[in-house]
Nanobody, 122 residues
Framework: QVQLVESGGGLVQAGGSLRLSCAAS????????MGWYRQAPGKQRELVAS???????NYADSVKGRFTISRDNAKNTVYLQMNSLKPEDTAVYSC????????????????WGQGTQVTVSS
C-alpha cells in the first residue's frame, strides 16, 4: 500500500504561482511513476504532469512551459511548481502513484491522495 498526502493548494490571482507537494509513505519502493491530475467542475479528470522513477517527465500541452514537476527522493516527495497561473487552471489537484506489476500480464495499481483545491481568480 502507498499513502499520499498533498499540500499547497489555495487561492491565487492570475499570473501568480503555487507549489503543490505530495508526500508518499508505505511501499514507496514499488512506485514506478507519480503524477498530478486535476478535475474542474463539470469536466473529466486530466493528467497534468508525471514523473517516472527514472526522472522522465511528461506534461499536458496546456501547462507546458508554466508547470514543473520534480521529486525529492530523500523526502519521498513530489512537487508541482505552477507559475503563470490562469483561471482555467482552477481545479481539484490530486496526486497519483502508480505501481506496475508484470508477470504473465501487466497490471497497474493506482493510489490517490485526498486532493487539494487550486483556485485562480481573474
Amino acid at each position: 500500500q502507498v499513502q499520499l498526502v498533498e499540500s499547497g493548494g489555495g487561492l491565487v490571482q492570475a499570473g501568480g504561482s503555487l507549489r503543490l507537494s505530495c508526500a508518499a509513505s508505505g511501499s514507496i519502493f514499488s512506485i514506478n511513476a507519480m503524477g498530478w491530475y486535476r478535475q474542474a467542475p463539470g469536466k473529466q479528470r486530466e493528467l497534468v504532469a508525471s514523473i517516472t522513477a527514472g526522472g522522465s517527465t511528461n506534461y499536458a500541452d496546456s501547462v507546458k512551459g508554466r508547470f514543473t514537476i520534480s521529486r525529492d527522493n530523500a523526502k519521498n516527495t513530489v512537487y508541482l511548481q505552477m507559475n503563470s497561473l490562469k483561471p482555467e487552471d482552477t481545479a481539484v489537484y490530486s496526486c497519483n502513484a502508480r505501481r506496475v506489476v508484470i508477470t504473465t500480464t501487466r497490471v497497474a495499481y493506482d493510489y490517490w491522495g485526498q486532493g487539494t483545491q487550486v483556485t485562480v481568480s481573474s
